[in-house]
């Protein structure tokens, strides 16, 4: 059975960090791209970041390149989404995907192989 479990999400204060954790599953992490996105209340999804399936190579959304690092770990099918600075317009779901091709920069699960359930993540003072 296939499963990203997403965690490290809560509530933090404007300026804060978190890293979020996506722990993969049944099927061969190291032959996929890893891309994290995010919904937030009343907005529709949004692309954040990829990373190429070596690590070589990553990507951000232009709204946290700066802020957020992704990476991953393949010893451990794990990918990460190091977020500094947050601020409240960060508030979202945050979910992610594996996908074997080159990433289309979308938010849109069904444009994925694989997704996961989410992790909420709550900038306010």
């Known amino acids: 059975e296939v499963q990203l479990v997403e965690s490290g999400g809560g509530m933090v204060q404007p300026g804060g960090s978190l890293r979020l954790s996506c722990a993969a599953s049944g099927f061969t992490f190291s032959n996929y791209i890893m891309t994290w996105a995010r919904q937030a209340p009343g907005k529709g999804p949004e692309w954040v970041s990829s990373i190429t399936t070596r690590g070589e190579t990553t990507w951000y959304a232009d709204s946290v390149k700066g802020r957020f690092t992704v990476s991953r770990d393949l010893a451990k099918n794990t990918a990460y989404l190091q977020m500094d600075q947050l601020k409240p317009e960060d508030t979202a779901v945050y979910y992610c995907?594996?996908?074997?091709?080159?990433?289309?920069?979308?938010?849109?699960?069904?444009?994925?192989?694989?997704w996961g359930q989410g992790t909420q993540v709550t900038v306010s003072s």
């Open positions: 995907a594996a996908d074997s091709r080159i990433p289309s920069c979308s938010g849109d699960a069904t444009d994925y192989d694989y």
